[in-house]
């Protein structure tokens, strides 16, 4: 599947089951402000990443599962430099919190972030995962494979109602967002059966 078929399928969903979120998608980012990226990275973008901005610049208050919004080409240069800037004041020694060649994808809003490798080796083009205490790190799950791995895996989640352990909810104005089933599910604790069983009986 393409990163086009990809936002198509989820295009599609929004539009028919969450409309505020559709509502709300960026449009294209211009051939210049990608340039302009690409620019203060230092390297040219993957193509699908070029596709995805062609079609999206960034995906506005739309999340990918679980909660990460992707990044607009003006946020790509703009987290690369301080993601360097950090990088470059560490001690010697240390280990390296954000390399050269990983660009910034999306944020969770917690200081996480998404990032796409253009390292070479066996990470190119993979989505690696990045913890603000800890930098960097790869997981084995394929739809981190590619960016457009990812935007397959989301659409195929729309459709399904679930994405790993997380479903898609709607509020009441027509918003989008991914939460654990088991959010919802309400605890009954029996205290009796719970005091008899650590003997506080």
């Known amino acids: 599947m393409t990163v086009d078929e990809a ?13 505020g979120s559709y ?8 051939p210049g ?5 690409q620019d203060a990275v230092g390297c040219a973008f993957p193509a699908e990443l070029v596709a995805s901005l062609a079609r999206h610049d960034g995906s506005g208050e739309f999340a990918l599962p679980p909660h990460h919004q992707l990044y607009d080409a003006r946020l790509i240069a703009t987290e690369y430099r301080v993601y360097r800037r950090v990088d470059q004041g560490r001690r010697p020694g240390q280990r390296t919190w954000w390399e050269s060649r990983w660009i910034p994808l999306a944020a969770d809003g917690c200081g996480n972030s998404l990032f796409v490798s253009q390292e070479p080796g066996p990470s190119f083009g993979r989505i690696g995962d990045h913890a603000k205490d800890d930098g960097g790190s790869f997981s084995e799950d ?10 397959e895996s989301t659409a195929r989640g729309l459709q399904d109602g679930l994405w790993g352990e997380h479903e898609p909810c709607v509020d009441e ?3 989008l967002e991914w939460r654990e089933p088991e959010a919802d599910t309400v605890v ?5 059966e719970l005091n008899r069983r650590y ?3």
């Open 7 to 19: 936002w198509d399928r989820i295009e599609a969903w929004l539009r028919a089951n969450a409309p």
């Open 23 to 30: 509502a709300e998608l960026p449009p294209p980012a211009t």
């Open 33 to 37: 402000g990608v340039q302009e990226a």
């Open 142 to 151: 394929g739809a981190l494979a590619s960016l457009g791995a990812f935007l």
């Open 173 to 175: 104005e027509g918003f």
């Open 188 to 192: 009954a604790w029996d205290m009796g």
């Open 199 to 201: 003997g506080f009986g």
